[in-house]
């Protein structure tokens, strides 16, 4: 089997099994390791900055804010201070009004008014209303109708209200100058009215427009109408929209808040000035935040490209490192199921993966070993039997030789009988057959001759029966001393296959140890985690095919067991035989010398039958003995012929045993021939 048709096998067996191949699992592992972490820090770094920016953002928010109360502060302080100075020194008493009209005339009260506007650049108008409902301002020439009342005026209500202190109006039209102005007013000290300065707002509008948030965020002031004092779009005195953004930011003094205009996602942080009472509110864009943080945004998606794309390589390369040797390993081991065991792994590393290649190598050499054993004593198995069987079918057919041999003795000593009953039947007219009787008398003597021959042949050929069961008897003991030695090397492969699942056991306990040092590492140890896995399964696989040798060694002994109790049966018969074949040798011995008996005694009945004219007594004297020897001699044929069919018989067990001896060689170099070495 060729590199292309054992990958193209391995795939057959995975293509089931795609996602959990250590590879998809060591990619799957080290892609969720690299880029888990690359997308977290990516994303964390990525919030981080915008929070950042986001707080930046609220904290220059803040600080625009607390620097526009600042400001406003210092800026209402000097009016204060200016306002509340009028208030205890103008003199209301002193006041007149002109003839059909409530504007005041007083020399000296216009003249402090004018000291006070001169003073304070910024003011628009100082002036002063009474009780009473008169009016007087710091210009030469008041502009406000004869029929002006202070009185209705906010700021004069605001100043009568809060009695004692200074307080500061919403934006309004002045009806003196015309302007937008909003008034800073104080009750005077001897309660007769209110002293007052009004300021434009277009101070405030340059305070307030010097402070920005961000590239498109402004700050803006509303007074507690909820009308703007100051905005960058929006016209001074106009309401406030109604709406989420409005009633946030009067619910609290000061506050921070998100919230949604026309769409557009802003941010709000807010206080209100102690001095007024206005609201100052910060507003920033969210899209700013965004657009500040999209470089860092930018930047991390370029370094986890980087990352990823460099961490690909490296775990591309950690990952053909381990899966190169794996595969020949794999790649081995199929072979070696396949039953060749000339595939050697060739892996020049140090490592776990070089410890398990040079282990397999040796397991596979050892199995070559041992196969090549088994292999060697099969075939002096083989050859054993045949020779078992070669020499059975010949004590076979020579036992057919000598029951054949003595069933012609057994015919001859039939006829004997035969013709010895003819002859004492003859002998009661012996004197008229005495010429048949000699004729008969030579008859019987060549028939003993040949009997004599007959005989003597059978002893030749239990003598060789005798020698070929010696024979027998030695081949079967030798044969039973290569089924032994056979037992023995198949106990020393039990051994071998034994050291193979020690090898694979303390495999697996290094991939256990493997494993533990992998859950040591944490995360970072769950790719060789899986790689300690899989040698594990490698190890228990090993651990399986040794298990597997162990159980065709067993049954190969097992075999070999049934094999030596056969040959020893077989040893037992072929010594029963050896017994036997003795037995009818010495039977045969015995005819032998019947016929020698017999041979005499028929010279004898010759001699006799030359004088049976004389002595007819003694001639059936004699023939009375003859036909006991004939009866004596068939049973001793009877039993010869008894002793080779039990013979034949043992012959034919010994056949069969040395058949199946033959077959059970042939079925263990089937099995052997089945590994490649």
Known sequence: MNRLQIRSKWKEITKDKVFFTIKNKLIFTFMVILLVPTVLLSYVSYQTARQNVDSQMVSSSREAVELIDALLNDFFASKMQQVDALSRIVDLSAVK??????????????????????????????FIGTKNGLYMDSADVTKMAADYDPRERAWFKQAVENKGKIVITSPYISSATGNLVFTVAKETADGRGVAAMSISTKKLAEIT??????????VFISDQDRKYVYHPTSEIGSPMPEGEMTSNLYKTDTGYFQYKMDGVLKKMMFSTNASSGWKIGGTMYESEIADAASPILKSTLIVLVLSTLIGSLMVAAII??????????????????????????????????????????????????????????????????????????????????????VQEIANGSAQQVVQIGETNREMNDMASQLQAVSHNTDAVSDSAQHTQETAQEGTEAIRTVIDQMNAIGQKVKTLSDDVTGLGDRSKQIVSFTTVITEIASQTNLLALNASIEAARAGEQGKGFAVVATEIKKLAEQSSASAKQISQLIAAIQKDTDMTAASMETATHEVEQGMLKADLAGRSFEQILSSLDSVAVQIAQVSQATQGMAANSENVLNAVDAVSHISEDTAACIEQVAASTEEQLASMEEIASSSALLSKMAEELQETVAKFKV
């Open 209 to 218: 427009r010097t402070v920005s948030i961000g590239k498109e965020g402004f």
């Open 97 to 126: 009004a002109a003839d059909n009209s409530n504007i005041g005339v007083q020399d000296s009260v216009r003249r402090q008014l004018l000291m006070y506007r001169e003073i304070e650049k910024d003011a628009d108008m100082v």
């Open 320 to 405: 053909f490192s381990i899966l190169k040797p794996l595969r020949k390993i794999n790649e081995a081991s199929l072979l070696i199921s396949e039953g060749d065991l000339t595939k050697q792994i060739e892996i020049a590393r140090a490592d776990e993966l070089g410890v398990l290649s040079s282990n397999f190598n040796k397991m596979a050499s050892s199995l070559r070993a041992l196969i090549y054993k088994v292999n060697d004593n099969a075939m002096q198995l083989a050859a054993s039997a045949q020779q078992l069987s070669a020499s059975s079918e010949q004590i076979t057919e020579a036992g057919k030789q000598v029951a054949q041999a």
